[in-house]
Every structure is written in structure tokens, then in C-alpha cells.
């Protein structure tokens, strides 16, 4: 959700995550607010200055709202019901596709994916971001701006810091990292539209993006 539904993306998003099911593969989709939540986030803070509480529950919703287009998409796939609360993410089902989404304020939809991936055994969560890499700096404001092929997390988390706010535009959730440190995970930080990424981390192969970890 960029601006409007990435119809094009979705699409092409199917079509290769179905592929790699007929592969074998099992996948956890966990589903951010995209603009969605900040039209709502910017509009309710405009009108009443309302409480960072409030302001991440309207980007929960919208998150849960872009969760239920996704796990519509991979139905055939998919496990019926969304996972939004923590009582869920030890969910056991023979579904091919998991979808989730917000939980609770506090932190992000990042710090969902680390949780069920820690739940899931896995060990590596791929971000699907707008961003070819992490930089060293802001690349809109900085010609500066390196970007980060690889980085360790006390590095990482000195960029990011250590507080979540809502609506905050940060590569990787501070408290999804801070989890993610400690349980020794792996994040890669990729361009989502272009799926060519994607296609190569899930072949083995190298691709463009960041390793944090």
C-alpha cells in the first residue's frame, strides 16, 4: 500500500510465493499499515493530538485491514484466521500460508515477524521494504548516503535506537531488533517490488539488499 493497492505487485507476489509452495515451501506473511496507516495516523493527530496509544491503534487496524486482503489473495493456501494476538502465534495448521498482522501498541509488525518466527523455528526474517539497502544516512536528504551491504546488530541499533514510536519510518522496528539481537536472527532488509530479490534469497542465491546480523 504505497499510495493506492499495489494491484501489479500483488499479483506477481502470488504468483511466486504459489510457485515455491508447489516447491514445498511453508511461508509467514506478516502484513504492515502501508500508507493506509499514516493517512489515519496523520489525520487523527491533525484533528486532536491524540495519544501515541491511539495513534498505533489506528495503524494496527490498518494493518489488519491489508492482512485480510492478503490472506484473501492465498485463500486456496492460506490459514483462515489472522494472527493478531499473542495467544495465536503458536498456531498449528497444515496451511501452506500464515498471515498476520498488528497485535497491540508498542511496537510494530516487525516485532510480529520475529515472534513467530522464533514460534516457527525459523531463524532469518526477509523485510520487504520500499529501499534497495539500509544506508548510512537518509539517502532523500543525503548524497552522503551510503547504503550498508552487511551490519551487526549493536551497529544496527545504534542507528535505530532502542524506543518505538508510532508511525516512526525506521528500516527495522527498535524492538523487533532488540528481540531479534538476542535470539541470534538474521534479517534481510530487500526492495519488496522488486521480487527478482525475493525469488534469489528463497533459490540460495545472492541478491541486493542488507544482512543485519
Known amino acids: 500500500m504505497p499510495d493506492q493497492i499495489n494491484e501489479k505487485f500483488l499479483v506477481e507476489f502470488r504468483k511466486l510465493i504459489i510457485s515455491y509452495i508447489k516447491k514445498g515451501f511453508r511461508f509467514i506473511l506478516i502484513v504492515g499499515g502501508g500508507k493506509t496507516a499514516r493517512r489515519y495516523q496523520a489525520a487523527g493527530a491533525h484533528v486532536a493530538g491524540i495519544s501515541p496509544d491511539d495513534l498505533d491503534w489506528l495503524g494496527i487496524h490498518a494493518t489488519r485491514l491489508n492482512g485480510h486482503l492478503m490472506r484473501t489473495i492465498f485463500r486456496q493456501y492460506a490459514y483462515p484466521i489472522i494472527i493478531t494476538n499473542k495467544k495465536k502465534i503458536n498456531?498449528?495448521?497444515k496451511k501452506q500460508v500464515i498471515v498476520g498482522a498488528g497485535f497491540e501498541p508498542g511496537s510494530s509488525t516487525d516485532l510480529r515477524a520475529v515472534q513467530l518466527?522464533?514460534?516457527?523455528?525459523?531463524?532469518t526474517v526477509l523485510n520487504l521494504s520500499n529501499i534497495d539497502w539500509v544506508y548510512t544516512k537518509d539517502p532523500s536528504k543525503y548524497k552522503t548516503a551510503k547504503p550498508i551491504k552487511t551490519i551487526d546488530w549493536k551497529s544496527f541499533r545504534k542507528v535505530v535506537g532502542n524506543k518505538w514510536n508510532p508511525g516512526a519510518n525506521v528500516p527495522f522496528d527498535p524492538v523487533a531488533a532488540k528481540l531479534a539481537q538476542r535470539l541470534g536472527f538474521k534479517v534481510i532488509i530487500v526492495n519488496g517490488l522488486k521480487l527478482i530479490n525475493l525469488q534469489r534469497i528463497l533459490a540460495g542465491k545472492s541478491f541486493v539488499g542488507t544482512t543485519i546480523g
Open 91 to 93: 498456531t498449528k495448521t
Open 117 to 123: 518466527a522464533r514460534a516457527y523455528g525459523a531463524d
